[in-house]
Protein backbone atom coordinates (compact mmCIF):
# COMPACT_ATOMS: atom_id res chain seq x y z
CA UNK A 1 0.00 0.00 0.00
CA UNK A 2 2.80 2.67 0.65
CA UNK A 3 4.75 1.54 -2.30
CA UNK A 4 1.55 2.12 -4.35
CA UNK A 5 1.35 5.81 -2.49
CA UNK A 6 4.88 6.83 -2.99
CA UNK A 7 3.88 6.27 -7.11
CA UNK A 8 0.77 7.55 -7.12
CA UNK A 9 3.19 11.06 -5.27
CA UNK A 10 5.99 11.25 -7.89
CA UNK A 11 3.10 11.10 -10.61
CA UNK A 12 0.95 14.04 -8.82
CA UNK A 13 4.21 15.89 -8.26
CA UNK A 14 5.13 15.08 -11.79
CA UNK A 15 1.61 17.15 -12.85
CA UNK A 16 2.27 19.41 -10.23
CA UNK A 17 5.54 20.65 -10.81
CA UNK A 18 4.68 20.11 -14.54
CA UNK A 19 2.53 23.08 -14.33
CA UNK A 20 5.11 24.86 -12.26
CA UNK A 21 7.51 24.42 -15.13
CA UNK A 22 4.93 25.39 -17.49
CA UNK A 23 4.66 28.92 -15.84
CA UNK A 24 8.05 29.45 -16.30
CA UNK A 25 8.00 28.01 -19.86
CA UNK A 26 5.24 29.12 -20.89
CA UNK A 27 6.67 33.19 -19.82
CA UNK A 28 9.52 32.31 -22.89
CA UNK A 29 7.23 31.00 -25.20
CA UNK A 30 4.32 33.21 -25.56
CA UNK A 31 7.31 36.57 -25.75
CA UNK A 32 9.38 34.27 -28.81
CA UNK A 33 7.11 35.38 -31.39
CA UNK A 34 7.08 39.04 -30.24
CA UNK A 35 10.99 38.75 -29.69
CA UNK A 36 11.64 37.55 -33.17
CA UNK A 37 9.32 39.65 -34.74
CA UNK A 38 10.87 43.07 -33.29
CA UNK A 39 14.17 41.76 -32.86
CA UNK A 40 15.72 40.89 -35.98
CA UNK A 41 17.49 37.39 -36.68
CA UNK A 42 20.92 38.66 -36.28
CA UNK A 43 19.98 40.04 -32.72
CA UNK A 44 17.88 36.98 -31.50
CA UNK A 45 20.90 34.62 -33.02
CA UNK A 46 23.85 37.32 -30.46
CA UNK A 47 21.03 36.38 -27.37
CA UNK A 48 21.50 32.84 -28.49
CA UNK A 49 25.37 33.27 -28.49
CA UNK A 50 25.91 35.46 -25.28
CA UNK A 51 23.88 32.94 -23.35
CA UNK A 52 25.67 29.57 -24.85
CA UNK A 53 28.90 32.02 -23.53
CA UNK A 54 28.04 33.13 -20.60
CA UNK A 55 25.88 30.02 -19.12
CA UNK A 56 29.28 28.21 -18.02
CA UNK A 57 30.12 30.90 -15.60
CA UNK A 58 26.39 30.81 -13.92
CA UNK A 59 27.22 26.87 -13.22
CA UNK A 60 30.40 28.12 -11.10
CA UNK A 61 27.18 30.46 -9.11
CA UNK A 62 27.31 27.91 -6.04
CA UNK A 63 29.83 25.30 -7.18
CA UNK A 64 26.86 23.09 -7.96
CA UNK A 65 26.01 22.29 -3.89
CA UNK A 66 22.29 22.46 -4.87
CA UNK A 67 22.95 18.75 -5.82
CA UNK A 68 24.45 18.32 -2.09
CA UNK A 69 21.78 20.38 -0.51
CA UNK A 70 19.27 17.82 -2.04
CA UNK A 71 21.90 14.57 -1.11
CA UNK A 72 21.70 16.04 2.50
CA UNK A 73 18.81 17.52 3.42
CA UNK A 74 16.97 14.43 4.33
CA UNK A 75 19.54 13.37 6.45
CA UNK A 76 19.91 16.62 8.41
CA UNK A 77 18.19 16.44 11.81
CA UNK A 78 15.51 19.18 11.62
CA UNK A 79 15.09 19.23 15.56
CA UNK A 80 18.35 19.91 16.09
CA UNK A 81 18.62 22.75 13.51
CA UNK A 82 20.69 20.86 11.14
CA UNK A 83 18.65 21.49 7.89
CA UNK A 84 18.48 25.36 8.77
CA UNK A 85 22.13 25.31 9.60
CA UNK A 86 22.68 23.56 5.86
CA UNK A 87 20.49 25.51 4.01
CA UNK A 88 22.04 29.00 5.26
CA UNK A 89 25.60 27.78 4.80
CA UNK A 90 24.79 26.82 1.08
CA UNK A 91 22.78 29.97 0.19
CA UNK A 92 25.68 31.89 1.79
CA UNK A 93 28.26 30.71 -0.34
CA UNK A 94 25.87 30.96 -3.74
CA UNK A 95 26.17 35.11 -2.90
CA UNK A 96 29.84 34.57 -2.39
CA UNK A 97 30.39 32.87 -5.39
CA UNK A 98 27.85 35.00 -7.19
CA UNK A 99 29.51 38.23 -6.68
CA UNK A 100 32.72 36.81 -7.78
CA UNK A 101 31.30 36.09 -10.87
CA UNK A 102 29.75 39.72 -11.42
CA UNK A 103 33.30 41.46 -10.26
CA UNK A 104 35.03 38.92 -13.07
CA UNK A 105 32.54 40.28 -15.66
CA UNK A 106 34.11 43.61 -15.47
CA UNK A 107 36.51 42.39 -17.03
CA UNK A 108 35.84 39.37 -19.08
CA UNK A 109 33.27 41.53 -21.45
CA UNK A 110 35.53 42.92 -24.12
CA UNK A 111 37.45 39.70 -24.48
CA UNK A 112 33.85 38.16 -24.67
CA UNK A 113 32.77 40.70 -27.23
CA UNK A 114 35.88 40.81 -29.00
CA UNK A 115 36.37 36.86 -29.58
CA UNK A 116 32.32 36.17 -30.44
CA UNK A 117 31.46 39.07 -32.02
CA UNK A 118 34.89 41.10 -32.95
CA UNK A 119 32.71 43.91 -31.92
CA UNK A 120 33.99 46.21 -28.59
CA UNK A 121 30.55 47.50 -28.60
CA UNK A 122 28.61 44.16 -27.25
CA UNK A 123 30.77 44.79 -23.97
CA UNK A 124 28.01 46.25 -22.17
CA UNK A 125 25.43 44.25 -22.95
CA UNK A 126 27.61 40.87 -22.00
CA UNK A 127 28.02 42.73 -18.91
CA UNK A 128 24.14 43.05 -18.40
CA UNK A 129 24.21 39.54 -19.48
CA UNK A 130 26.41 38.61 -16.56
CA UNK A 131 24.66 40.57 -14.06
CA UNK A 132 21.65 38.80 -15.14
CA UNK A 133 23.08 35.15 -14.22
CA UNK A 134 22.96 36.43 -9.97
CA UNK A 135 19.37 36.53 -9.35
CA UNK A 136 18.34 33.34 -11.95
CA UNK A 137 20.91 31.51 -9.72
CA UNK A 138 19.35 32.82 -6.30
CA UNK A 139 15.90 32.36 -7.59
CA UNK A 140 16.93 28.59 -9.10
CA UNK A 141 18.20 27.30 -5.54
CA UNK A 142 15.40 28.90 -3.64
CA UNK A 143 12.77 26.99 -6.30
CA UNK A 144 15.40 23.64 -5.60
CA UNK A 145 14.74 24.50 -1.59
CA UNK A 146 11.18 24.48 -2.10
CA UNK A 147 11.13 21.39 -4.13
CA UNK A 148 12.80 19.91 -1.49
CA UNK A 149 10.24 20.33 1.01
CA UNK A 150 7.51 19.41 -1.56
CA UNK A 151 5.53 22.76 -1.73
CA UNK A 152 4.27 22.36 -5.36
CA UNK A 153 1.75 24.68 -4.62
CA UNK A 154 3.59 27.27 -3.53
CA UNK A 155 6.28 26.56 -6.48
CA UNK A 156 3.35 26.86 -9.39
CA UNK A 157 2.17 30.30 -7.57
CA UNK A 158 6.26 31.62 -7.25
CA UNK A 159 6.45 30.62 -11.26
CA UNK A 160 3.00 32.13 -11.99
CA UNK A 161 4.26 35.20 -10.65
CA UNK A 162 7.98 35.12 -12.01
CA UNK A 163 6.16 34.47 -15.32
CA UNK A 164 3.68 36.86 -15.22
CA UNK A 165 6.32 39.61 -14.46
CA UNK A 166 9.11 38.57 -17.16
CA UNK A 167 6.28 39.11 -20.04
CA UNK A 168 5.10 42.46 -18.48
CA UNK A 169 9.15 43.02 -18.58
CA UNK A 170 9.52 41.77 -22.12
CA UNK A 171 6.88 43.72 -23.33
CA UNK A 172 8.00 46.81 -22.05
CA UNK A 173 11.63 46.81 -22.61
CA UNK A 174 11.34 45.71 -26.04
CA UNK A 175 8.07 46.41 -27.54
CA UNK A 176 7.54 49.67 -26.03
CA UNK A 177 10.80 51.05 -24.52
CA UNK A 178 12.87 49.13 -28.03
CA UNK A 179 15.61 48.45 -25.64
CA UNK A 180 16.84 45.88 -27.66
CA UNK A 181 18.75 43.05 -26.49
CA UNK A 182 19.66 44.70 -23.51
CA UNK A 183 15.51 44.51 -22.84
CA UNK A 184 15.68 40.86 -22.86
CA UNK A 185 18.39 41.11 -19.34
CA UNK A 186 16.22 43.82 -18.15
CA UNK A 187 13.61 41.50 -17.88
CA UNK A 188 15.38 38.21 -16.69
CA UNK A 189 16.72 40.65 -13.93
CA UNK A 190 13.34 42.03 -12.52
CA UNK A 191 11.29 38.96 -12.79
CA UNK A 192 14.35 36.81 -11.13
CA UNK A 193 14.97 38.80 -8.44
CA UNK A 194 10.91 39.18 -7.07
CA UNK A 195 10.90 35.39 -7.67
CA UNK A 196 13.44 34.27 -5.46
CA UNK A 197 12.70 37.13 -2.87
CA UNK A 198 9.10 35.16 -2.81
CA UNK A 199 10.56 31.48 -2.65
CA UNK A 200 13.11 32.64 0.29
CA UNK A 201 10.60 34.13 2.21
CA UNK A 202 8.27 31.02 2.26
CA UNK A 203 11.21 29.13 2.91
CA UNK A 204 12.65 31.68 5.82
CA UNK A 205 12.73 29.07 8.71
CA UNK A 206 15.56 27.43 7.36
CA UNK A 207 17.63 30.64 6.67
CA UNK A 208 20.11 32.58 8.76
CA UNK A 209 23.32 34.40 8.56
CA UNK A 210 25.13 31.12 10.05
CA UNK A 211 27.69 29.25 8.19
CA UNK A 212 28.36 25.68 9.31
CA UNK A 213 32.01 24.54 8.33
CA UNK A 214 30.29 20.69 9.11
CA UNK A 215 27.88 20.84 6.38
CA UNK A 216 30.26 23.40 3.95
CA UNK A 217 32.82 20.39 3.97
CA UNK A 218 30.10 17.84 3.29
CA UNK A 219 28.74 20.28 0.71
CA UNK A 220 32.23 20.90 -0.92
CA UNK A 221 33.13 16.44 -0.89
CA UNK A 222 29.91 15.89 -2.24
CA UNK A 223 29.11 18.97 -4.62
CA UNK A 224 32.33 19.99 -6.01
CA UNK A 225 33.39 16.81 -7.70
CA UNK A 226 30.26 17.66 -9.76
CA UNK A 227 31.51 20.82 -10.97
CA UNK A 228 33.30 19.97 -14.08
CA UNK A 229 30.50 17.28 -14.97
CA UNK A 230 27.69 20.62 -14.88
CA UNK A 231 30.11 22.25 -17.08
CA UNK A 232 30.59 19.30 -19.73
CA UNK A 233 26.98 19.11 -19.52
CA UNK A 234 26.27 22.78 -20.36
CA UNK A 235 28.96 22.45 -23.16
CA UNK A 236 27.03 19.96 -24.98
CA UNK A 237 24.28 22.25 -25.54
CA UNK A 238 26.66 25.54 -25.84
CA UNK A 239 29.43 24.35 -28.63
CA UNK A 240 27.11 23.51 -31.28
CA UNK A 241 26.09 27.22 -30.80
CA UNK A 242 29.59 28.77 -30.86
CA UNK A 243 31.06 26.66 -33.29
CA UNK A 244 27.79 27.62 -35.79
CA UNK A 245 28.09 31.32 -34.61
CA UNK A 246 32.07 30.66 -35.88
CA UNK A 247 31.18 28.97 -39.42
CA UNK A 248 28.81 30.32 -40.71
CA UNK A 249 26.90 33.11 -38.69
CA UNK A 250 24.06 34.85 -36.03
CA UNK A 251 21.06 34.37 -38.53
CA UNK A 252 21.98 30.25 -38.54
CA UNK A 253 22.62 30.06 -34.72
CA UNK A 254 18.75 32.80 -34.75
CA UNK A 255 17.42 29.60 -36.05
CA UNK A 256 18.79 27.03 -33.82
CA UNK A 257 17.46 28.95 -31.23
CA UNK A 258 14.02 29.02 -32.69
CA UNK A 259 14.18 25.04 -33.38
CA UNK A 260 15.43 24.61 -29.36
CA UNK A 261 12.70 26.72 -27.82
CA UNK A 262 10.01 25.27 -30.12
CA UNK A 263 11.33 21.68 -28.07
CA UNK A 264 9.10 23.72 -25.17
CA UNK A 265 7.13 21.00 -24.33
CA UNK A 266 8.62 17.80 -24.08
CA UNK A 267 11.33 20.14 -22.28
CA UNK A 268 8.54 21.00 -20.19
CA UNK A 269 7.76 17.31 -19.57
CA UNK A 270 11.09 15.92 -19.14
CA UNK A 271 12.27 17.93 -16.37
CA UNK A 272 8.60 17.71 -14.52
CA UNK A 273 9.16 13.87 -14.69
CA UNK A 274 12.88 14.63 -13.13
CA UNK A 275 12.09 17.53 -10.36
CA UNK A 276 8.94 15.08 -9.00
CA UNK A 277 11.34 12.27 -9.40
CA UNK A 278 14.48 13.54 -7.73
CA UNK A 279 13.84 13.79 -4.40
CA UNK A 280 11.72 10.62 -4.38
CA UNK A 281 14.94 8.80 -5.48
CA UNK A 282 16.96 10.40 -3.16
CA UNK A 283 14.52 9.28 0.18
CA UNK A 284 14.72 5.84 -1.42
CA UNK A 285 18.76 5.62 -1.97
CA UNK A 286 18.54 3.63 1.31
CA UNK A 287 16.45 1.32 0.79
CA UNK A 288 17.83 -1.17 -1.80
CA UNK A 289 15.45 -3.60 -2.56
CA UNK A 290 12.32 -0.79 -3.58
CA UNK A 291 15.13 1.12 -5.57
CA UNK A 292 15.90 -1.90 -7.70
CA UNK A 293 12.12 -3.08 -8.20
CA UNK A 294 10.72 0.66 -8.84
CA UNK A 295 13.74 2.26 -11.03
CA UNK A 296 12.65 0.10 -14.43
CA UNK A 297 9.37 0.90 -14.29
CA UNK A 298 10.67 4.61 -14.21
CA UNK A 299 12.79 4.36 -16.93
CA UNK A 300 10.09 2.67 -19.06
CA UNK A 301 7.28 5.13 -18.11
CA UNK A 302 9.64 8.03 -18.78
CA UNK A 303 10.47 6.59 -22.27
CA UNK A 304 6.56 6.34 -23.03
CA UNK A 305 5.52 9.63 -21.56
CA UNK A 306 8.63 11.47 -23.44
CA UNK A 307 8.87 10.15 -27.12
CA UNK A 308 5.13 9.83 -27.04
CA UNK A 309 4.91 13.81 -26.75
CA UNK A 310 8.03 14.30 -29.08
CA UNK A 311 5.92 12.43 -32.06
CA UNK A 312 2.65 14.28 -30.80
CA UNK A 313 4.77 17.19 -31.39
CA UNK A 314 5.69 16.55 -34.65
CA UNK A 315 2.26 16.92 -35.61
CA UNK A 316 2.02 20.54 -35.12
CA UNK A 317 5.52 20.79 -36.06
CA UNK A 318 4.96 23.32 -39.14
CA UNK A 319 2.32 25.46 -37.21
CA UNK A 320 4.30 25.67 -34.20
CA UNK A 321 7.34 27.00 -35.91
CA UNK A 322 5.38 29.77 -37.88
CA UNK A 323 3.19 30.50 -34.27
CA UNK A 324 6.47 31.19 -32.83
CA UNK A 325 8.67 33.34 -35.35
CA UNK A 326 8.08 34.82 -39.27
CA UNK A 327 8.45 32.44 -42.19
CA UNK A 328 12.07 32.77 -42.31
CA UNK A 329 12.88 30.50 -39.59
CA UNK A 330 11.25 27.46 -40.99
CA UNK A 331 15.28 26.62 -42.35
CA UNK A 332 14.99 25.01 -38.58
CA UNK A 333 12.12 22.87 -38.99
CA UNK A 334 14.12 19.66 -39.49
CA UNK A 335 15.95 20.29 -36.77
CA UNK A 336 13.07 19.61 -34.81
CA UNK A 337 12.87 15.96 -34.12
CA UNK A 338 16.39 15.30 -33.64
CA UNK A 339 16.68 17.93 -30.95
CA UNK A 340 13.90 16.89 -29.14
CA UNK A 341 15.20 13.39 -28.87
CA UNK A 342 17.87 14.98 -27.46
CA UNK A 343 15.92 15.27 -23.86
CA UNK A 344 15.27 11.82 -23.81
CA UNK A 345 19.22 11.36 -23.20
CA UNK A 346 20.04 14.65 -21.14
CA UNK A 347 16.90 13.77 -18.51
CA UNK A 348 17.17 9.99 -18.41
CA UNK A 349 20.51 10.33 -16.40
CA UNK A 350 18.32 11.73 -13.23
CA UNK A 351 16.28 7.82 -13.90
CA UNK A 352 19.19 5.53 -14.84
CA UNK A 353 22.21 7.04 -11.98
CA UNK A 354 21.40 5.78 -8.67
CA UNK A 355 24.84 4.29 -8.44
CA UNK A 356 26.82 7.34 -8.28
CA UNK A 357 25.16 8.64 -5.94
CA UNK A 358 24.34 5.80 -3.74
CA UNK A 359 28.20 5.26 -3.40
CA UNK A 360 29.14 9.03 -3.04
CA UNK A 361 31.04 9.04 -6.16
CA UNK A 362 30.40 11.48 -8.03
CA UNK A 363 33.73 11.99 -9.82
CA UNK A 364 32.35 9.73 -12.49
CA UNK A 365 30.16 12.16 -13.40
CA UNK A 366 32.57 14.54 -14.44
CA UNK A 367 34.40 11.69 -15.75
CA UNK A 368 31.67 10.26 -18.32
CA UNK A 369 30.69 13.33 -19.23
CA UNK A 370 34.02 14.81 -19.85
CA UNK A 371 33.74 11.86 -22.86
CA UNK A 372 30.71 13.21 -23.98
CA UNK A 373 32.14 16.82 -24.21
CA UNK A 374 35.30 15.55 -26.67
CA UNK A 375 33.11 13.29 -29.12
CA UNK A 376 30.70 16.33 -29.17
CA UNK A 377 33.70 18.78 -29.87
CA UNK A 378 35.38 16.02 -32.50
CA UNK A 379 32.10 15.45 -34.08
CA UNK A 380 31.19 19.83 -34.40
CA UNK A 381 34.77 20.29 -35.67
CA UNK A 382 33.96 17.56 -38.67
CA UNK A 383 30.51 18.11 -39.03
CA UNK A 384 29.39 21.52 -38.17
CA UNK A 385 31.60 23.79 -40.71
CA UNK A 386 30.77 20.82 -43.23
CA UNK A 387 26.75 20.64 -42.90
CA UNK A 388 25.99 23.68 -40.60
CA UNK A 389 22.75 23.55 -38.81
CA UNK A 390 22.43 19.58 -39.04
CA UNK A 391 26.05 19.08 -38.01
CA UNK A 392 25.10 21.24 -34.88
CA UNK A 393 22.03 18.94 -33.84
CA UNK A 394 23.62 15.60 -34.38
CA UNK A 395 27.32 16.88 -32.49
CA UNK A 396 24.81 17.47 -29.92
CA UNK A 397 22.53 14.70 -29.99
CA UNK A 398 25.81 12.36 -30.22
CA UNK A 399 27.19 14.26 -26.88
CA UNK A 400 24.23 13.54 -24.76
CA UNK A 401 24.03 9.90 -26.47
CA UNK A 402 27.08 9.20 -25.17
CA UNK A 403 26.68 11.09 -21.78
CA UNK A 404 23.83 8.87 -20.60
CA UNK A 405 25.40 5.49 -21.98
CA UNK A 406 27.91 6.40 -19.80
CA UNK A 407 26.93 6.63 -16.86
CA UNK A 408 23.93 3.88 -17.40
CA UNK A 409 27.26 1.73 -17.52
CA UNK A 410 29.11 3.22 -14.16
CA UNK A 411 25.40 3.17 -12.30
CA UNK A 412 25.29 -0.39 -13.17
CA UNK A 413 28.58 -1.34 -11.90
CA UNK A 414 28.27 0.03 -8.72
CA UNK A 415 24.47 -0.56 -8.04
CA UNK A 416 23.31 -3.34 -10.75
CA UNK A 417 19.26 -3.38 -11.84
CA UNK A 418 18.00 -5.48 -14.60
CA UNK A 419 16.75 -2.69 -16.95
CA UNK A 420 14.06 -3.38 -19.42
CA UNK A 421 16.63 -2.15 -22.17
CA UNK A 422 14.88 -3.78 -25.29
CA UNK A 423 11.57 -1.55 -24.63
CA UNK A 424 13.94 1.95 -24.03
CA UNK A 425 15.82 0.76 -27.54
CA UNK A 426 12.48 -0.20 -29.56
CA UNK A 427 10.77 2.53 -28.48
CA UNK A 428 13.65 4.71 -29.40
CA UNK A 429 13.58 3.10 -33.25
CA UNK A 430 10.23 3.56 -33.46
CA UNK A 431 10.42 7.04 -32.86
CA UNK A 432 13.11 7.91 -35.40
CA UNK A 433 11.15 6.41 -38.35
CA UNK A 434 7.82 7.75 -37.02
CA UNK A 435 9.61 11.43 -36.87
CA UNK A 436 11.54 10.86 -40.22
CA UNK A 437 8.74 10.26 -42.07
CA UNK A 438 6.59 12.94 -40.47
CA UNK A 439 9.52 15.39 -41.08
CA UNK A 440 9.14 14.11 -44.99
CA UNK A 441 5.55 14.62 -44.76
CA UNK A 442 5.83 18.23 -43.59
CA UNK A 443 8.21 19.32 -46.39
CA UNK A 444 6.28 17.54 -48.87
CA UNK A 445 4.31 19.02 -51.47
CA UNK A 446 0.51 18.39 -49.99
CA UNK A 447 -2.36 20.03 -49.16
CA UNK A 448 -2.46 21.33 -45.62
CA UNK A 449 -5.11 18.81 -44.43
CA UNK A 450 -4.10 15.84 -45.71
CA UNK A 451 -0.46 16.50 -44.64
CA UNK A 452 -1.87 16.86 -40.47
CA UNK A 453 -4.01 14.38 -41.08
CA UNK A 454 -1.08 12.12 -42.38
CA UNK A 455 1.34 13.46 -39.36
CA UNK A 456 -1.56 12.58 -37.11
CA UNK A 457 -2.13 8.85 -38.44
CA UNK A 458 1.47 8.33 -37.73
CA UNK A 459 1.54 9.62 -34.04
CA UNK A 460 -1.34 7.37 -33.61
CA UNK A 461 0.09 4.47 -34.51
CA UNK A 462 3.63 5.27 -32.72
CA UNK A 463 1.52 5.25 -29.53
CA UNK A 464 -0.49 2.10 -30.29
CA UNK A 465 2.98 0.18 -30.96
CA UNK A 466 4.38 2.14 -27.63
CA UNK A 467 1.51 1.39 -25.16
CA UNK A 468 1.03 -2.47 -26.38
CA UNK A 469 4.41 -3.15 -26.02
CA UNK A 470 5.09 -1.40 -22.21
CA UNK A 471 5.44 -3.95 -19.38
CA UNK A 472 2.70 -4.74 -17.00
CA UNK A 473 4.01 -3.28 -13.79
CA UNK A 474 4.13 -0.14 -15.87
CA UNK A 475 1.40 -0.58 -17.20
CA UNK A 476 -0.32 -0.71 -13.78
CA UNK A 477 1.26 2.86 -12.24
CA UNK A 478 -0.72 4.22 -15.09
CA UNK A 479 -3.81 3.30 -14.28
CA UNK A 480 -3.73 2.94 -10.25
CA UNK A 481 -2.06 6.79 -10.64
CA UNK A 482 -5.43 7.61 -12.87
CA UNK A 483 -7.88 5.68 -11.00
CA UNK A 484 -8.18 8.62 -8.37
CA UNK A 485 -8.58 11.55 -10.96
CA UNK A 486 -11.27 9.23 -12.49
CA UNK A 487 -13.20 8.91 -9.17
CA UNK A 488 -12.60 12.69 -8.06
CA UNK A 489 -14.25 13.43 -11.50
CA UNK A 490 -17.05 11.16 -11.05
CA UNK A 491 -17.86 12.82 -7.89
Known amino acids: MEENKKETTVVKNMLLYGLGGAMSQAAGLITLPLMTRVLSSHEYGAIEVITAATGYFSLLIGLNTMSGLYRFFYAADEKKH ?3 SLVSTTFLFVFLTGLIIALMSIFLSPVFARNLFNDLSYSGIIRLAFSALIPVSIYTYSLCLL ?6 VVYIITAMIVSVVYMGCVILFIAVLHS ?20 LFLSRQYLALQFSSYWFKKLAKYSFPLVP ?19 TSQVEVAYYGLANKATVIITLATQAFCNAWEPTMYSLLDKTEKIRKTLPSMLSLYTFGALAICTAIMTIARELFLFLAPPEYLAGIGLLSIMQLRWIFTMGVYVIDPGTAKSGRTYWVSIMLGIAVLVNLGSNLLLTSKFGLYGAVISEL ?5 AMSGRWFISNRFFPIQWHYRYFLSLLVCYGITAWLQTRIIFGNY ?9 LLLTLIFLVFAWFTLDR ?19
Do not use: H
Open 147 to 152: RIQNKA
Open 82 to 84: DRK
Open 398 to 402: LGYVV
Open 447 to 455: PWVWSFLLR
Open 229 to 247: GTLFGWSLSANNRIFLNAS
Open 180 to 199: GIAGYYYSQIIANMIGACIA
Open 473 to 491: ESKNIITSSIQPLKKRMIR
